[in-house]
């Protein structure tokens, strides 16, 4: 996996984060302030512009890159959290030039803690944590059966939309739906939601790329 | 839904654009995003900045200005400001004597205001900053990010802005505007859920006999609904909850808030059923507050703030402010 795929990849969150902006936005009204889906719309349109004026040469620069557009066109809770994610993601990756999958599982895994350590959010706490990391671990399995990486990144998006969809019964204990108390069961999290749909473009990314 | 607006997606920016023709004392920054009083910085002097996501004019760019804030952030609508802002704004406005950012506590505006920080440390500027969290109306705070920043959040402004403004040193001026919190506790209840420029339609659904209480500024579900009742019941329900946390004894600010939509009648209405309340429980109202100063767009509905006085602050308190939304004693 070289620069041009994790271009692409991003290229397709903005696609799909464009296009389920007022579902995300939704998802936010219930149980938050509605504007999940306007900001990171936002942000995923200022990492594509960004990208039009200068594509860094390697994957980790690019990372690095889009994570600190995140940082400076979202706001709210989710910009520093995926922006710093994607950041520290990008560090990880260090300067080399193609990564292979164990790599990238370690850079997923390292993204998952730069959250945790942020946000102090733990899972079951009903946020994007809750479909961050059993992605990760899903990754991480998959490294040690050593399968092909579309199947390995398409078991990790699996994993983040069970774990998305898991936090319909969870009640919110971090961010502003841990306000709602017990009113916020019963409605999926809006970050979960976005970080299965991130990790569907990477699965959807990783599959075109293997057919190409 | 009608909305006195050209497009959703400028909306911050179209009303910023307004306020700099509106108001010559400040120095407005459409394109950075950045509110700052027109007379620059003031050298030997602590910079007040402050900031969060619009719609809860005048908070914060309304409190820019002599006695009070030095630059405010204005994010998108209810969306936390990003770190530039605040690095922008704290460049242009320190003068040698540090910086101290008033933050509402929510996990957006902590973080956004904590990279700024890290940033602004890195390049040598002095920062500390004050958290506000007064809204009794989150519960059991462990289990939560904590109680929420509201009406206090003026206080502090105010009162910080008012200290900074003596040449006082950072820490003293920090320390004060956690004093003015601890001593604030706030409560609101909405008759009507708002609407924010880009969903266009109310952020939770309220029935037309159904009042939610315990809201906080973002358009955000309460706590519970229950059926409306008089203003007196309402007020009961509030200050019931404020003094549960807090006695109310002594002398005591008070603010009675218009979450935006509401009409200033009903606001007397509350505060007198807010001042009977007090003088019941024993407490003196000694300075008073009656309007919107922290809203909810056009959300319908009321907070109250009781902040509990002593002899300095009142003295900060009264001392002169010249904003576009607070001015006395200039
Ligand atoms: N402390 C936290 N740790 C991890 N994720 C969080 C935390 N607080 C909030 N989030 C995530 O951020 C999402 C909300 O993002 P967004 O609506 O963009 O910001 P805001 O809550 O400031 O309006 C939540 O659905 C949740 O997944
Ligand atoms: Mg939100």
Redesign the pocket.
Same mark, same amino acid.
């Given at each position: 996996m070289d620069t041009r795929f994790f271009a692409a990849w991003l290229e397709e969150c903005a696609r799909v984060v464009h296009e389920q902006r007022d579902y995300l936005t939704r998802? %936010?009204a219930a149980?938050? /302030?509605a504007?999940?889906g306007t900001?990171?719309d936002r942000g995923f349109t200022g990492i594509r512009q960004a990208l039009a004026e200068h594509t860094p040469p390697t994957p980790g620069a690019l990372l690095a890159l889009a994570g600190t557009t995140l940082v400076r066109k979202?706001?709210?809770?989710?910009?520093p959290?995926y922006g710093s994610a994607l950041r520290q993601m990008g560090k990880a990756l260090g300067d080399a030039e193609t990564i292979g999958l164990a790599e990238l599982a370690d850079a997923l895994e390292t993204a998952l803690q730069a959250?945790?350590r942020?946000?102090?959010?733990e899972v079951g %706490?009903?946020?994007?944590? /809750?479909a961050l990391s059993p992605a990760c671990a899903a990754l991480r399995l998959a490294v040690a059966e050593g399968i092909k990486p579309q199947e390995a990144l398409s078991r990790a998006a699996d994993a983040a939309d069970q774990g998305a969809k898991d936090t319909i019964s969870m009640q919110a204990r971090?961010?502003?739906?841990s306000y709602l108390g017990p009113r916020s069961i019963g409605h999926q999290?809006?970050?979960?939601?976005?970080?299965a749909l991130i990790l569907a473009a990477l699965r959807d990314v990783a599959v075109a790329w293997a057919e190409s | 839904m009608k909305k006195l607006i050209n497009d959703a997606e400028s909306v911050v920016a179209d009303a910023l654009t307004g306020m700099a023709a509106a108001h010559p004392s400040l120095s407005v920054d459409v394109r950075n995003r950045i509110v700052l009083r027109a007379t620059g910085p003031r050298p030997g002097k602590v910079a007040v900045i402050s900031g969060g996501g619009s719609g809860h004019e005048p908070l914060h760019a309304g409190y820019v200005g002599y006695g009070m804030l030095d630059a405010a952030c204005p994010g998108e609508i209810?969306?936390?400001p990003v770190p530039d802002q605040m690095l922008e704004a704290a460049k242009r406005m320190h003068g040698g004597a540090g910086v101290l950012f008033v933050v509402k506590n929510?996990?957006?505006?902590v973080l956004n205001f904590e990279m700024a920080a890290e940033a602004l440390a890195e390049e040598g500027i002095e920062v500390a900053s004050v958290l506000v969290n007064d809204d009794v109306a989150v519960q059991d705070s462990v289990y939560t990010?904590g109680r929420r920043g509201t009406g206090a959040t003026v206080l502090v402004e105010k009162i910080t802005g008012a200290l900074a403004e003596t040449g006082a040193p950072l820490a003293d001026v920090a320390i004060t505007g956690e004093e003015v919190n601890a001593r604030s506790r706030s409560f609101g209840i909405a008759l009507t859920p708002c609407v924010t420029p880009a969903a266009g339609e109310p952020t939770f659904e309220l029935g037309p006999n159904e009042v939610e209480l315990g809201i906080g500024i973002?358009g955000e579900p309460g706590r519970t609904r229950i059926p409306a009742g008089t203003a007196r019941e309402l007020v009961r329900i509030a200050m019931d909850a404020i003094n549960e946390d807090l006695p109310l004894t002594g002398d005591v600010l008070v603010m009675v808030n218009g979450m935006g939509g509401t009409p200033q009648i009903e606001l007397y209405v509350v505060f007198a059923e807010v001042a009977a309340y007090l003088r019941e429980k024993g407490a003196t109202v000694t300075r008073r507050l009656v309007g919107n100063y922290i809203t909810s767009l056009d959300m319908q509905g009321f907070s109250v703030t009781v902040c509990r006085l002593d002899e300095r602050l009142t003295l900060l308190w009264d001392a002169p402010v010249e904003t576009p939304a607070l001015r006395w004693g200039r």
């Open positions: 998802l %936010d149980i938050g /302030d504007d999940h900001n990171l979202v706001g709210g809770a989710s910009g959290l959250v945790r942020l946000g102090g959010a %706490d009903k946020t994007m944590v /809750d971090k961010g502003r739906a999290d809006p970050g979960a939601t976005s970080t | 209810f969306t936390s929510y996990t957006g505006d990010a973002h």
